[in-house]
């Protein structure tokens, strides 16, 4: 699996022994994993073996950036069926070391086995660089809320893909492979982040999550989230609401964290709120109340 | 999945935010990732959930011990089938959990999913403690050949259960729950093992790997062999020969090593051959021949 592909400087040894050796740095390792099954989380006649596998490695590396940390490696168990084409199982190998070099990561060991249908299993590995891991737990009230990354994208493919449409690419594109923002954790870390977590079921969803941990409340400045053009039209086009995919769409896997002020906001993150009293999450001081609920809202 | 369950001092962020933090004192992670499925590396109806569970995590937790590592963590992916009853997954990770505490480790992380059939994919993460990692390529000529741990039980209890009978336990359990010598890595690792491998295959099979990678060959004194007096009685009963089981079983997860010297051959550890100029692996200097080879060669 490692044919003329070249592994980074923190892979000690790669695969092809019992186990690999992946350096860390300063005596910590970040580690998650995340399983993913054909037809629930990714269907092979909406996107390429390529494009499965690139998704697979993003989540999970995006868990370990959303601790703050460096990635470094992957391991990867592939459950395939029986008659599964080589050329299927060579596309996602491809896909997941396409992606990991992205991030930086090497592929530095995997299990291959026969089972009913395809089950992927990633777990990604980072280190801290010496820095505490940014937790879900650490928002602060007056802190403020900031984002890095896309929001309400894979949400656009979605709806797209779901009406038997393969245009626009680049919303359908983000629905098949997300683009976490790889080095923004670290650097969120650096500037003194709080709390942060990753984007994988929808914004307010996961902000749930942080407030949860914090103890604290979490409101978005709806006017803060601008809508890009190309998501404006894709709505248009379908008569949805782009910003109820900005605020509840999942899998583009952007980064959320607070920050104890503006001068610590890093530059590409987005202050879209603050840290509150709570408890839970708020839109513009309310309740948000989905789609008909904003509809009302933008009426206003 | 951590209600009542204590992790052990390496565990520096448990499970519950987007990734775990553990230690990796020296600067290094040792990883594997190993995936089971069901019916294929185990069966509900000759397993208890409980034993499935630690057979998942021992097989992996074996690979990260030889390379000479001591085991800190384990991560834990779960696919299953949407009727699965809450005790098999609770049983599972029960299993897991206890396996890995007898190893030192914990579980740090999982994922779990909905598919088709079981799935259960399994990294385990440990650390080296200063030394080099213990490779299967460094077994050198004039070297001694040794092992820890079991070899052949897991076999015989496969034969029994495969005949229908449930008994003797003490090779039924072996079969259901391996048990790796989980010290007697990173003790050989401190004697100057020259290199190592995880019986999982089977002796011979698995230390064909060893003299690959080393570019050597590797004899097995066959007399060196000690049948224990529980596999020859279970042998008897069944017809078979306990010597294969021993030469060619797998699942049971002993270590082989090779070391520079009898002096440096740890307690608990069996000298049984020498490596040899090779290439290959032979048994009393002769290719070995399956069970008929075997019947043949006890009679001279």
Not at 228 to 253: F, N
Request: proline content about 6%; hydrophobic content about 45%; some cysteine.
């Amino acid at each position: 699996m490692t044919d003329g592909r070249v592994q980074p400087p923190s892979t000690l040894l790669g695969p092809g022994d019992d186990a690999a050796v992946v350096a860390a740095p300063d005596g910590r390792v970040v580690a998650s994993t995340d399983v993913l099954v054909e037809g629930v989380h990714f269907r092979l006649d909406w996107s390429t073996p390529e494009q499965v596998g690139r998704k697979s490695v993003a989540v999970n590396l995006a868990d370990v950036v959303a601790m703050g940390a460096v990635p470094t490696a992957v391991l990867v168990g592939l459950a395939c069926p029986p008659g599964t084409p080589v050329a299927v199982a060579e596309g996602l190998m491809a896909g997941m070391w396409e992606e990991a070099r992205l991030a930086g990561a090497g592929v530095v060991g995997g299990d291959m086995v026969t089972a009913k249908e395809l089950v992927i299993s990633v777990t990604a590995l980072g280190h801290l660089d010496g820095l505490d891991p940014v937790t879900r737990s650490g928002a602060r009230q007056g802190d403020l809320l900031a984002y890095c990354g896309r929001l309400g994208w894979a949400a656009a493919g979605l709806a797209v893909l779901g009406r038997g449409f393969r245009s626009p690419v680049a919303v359908v594109g983000a629905q098949r492979v997300p683009e976490p923002p790889y080095a923004a954790g670290a650097q969120a870390a650096r500037a003194g982040a709080t709390s942060m977590i990753d984007i994988s079921d929808g914004l307010l969803a996961d902000l749930g999550h942080v407030a949860e941990a914090s103890g604290v409340g979490l409101d978005v400045r709806s006017k803060s989230l601008e809508v890009h053009q190309r998501l404006l039209d894709v709505a248009s086009a379908l008569g949805a609401d782009p910003l109820h995919w900005m605020l509840t769409g999942g899998e583009d896997h952007a980064l959320a964290a607070t920050f104890p002020g503006a001068e610590a906001v890093p530059e590409g993150w987005t202050v879209i709120g603050s840290v509150v009293a709570g408890p839970g999450v708020t839109v513009d001081g309310r309740p948000y109340e989905g789609a008909a609920g904003w509809e009302h809202w933008r009426r206003d």
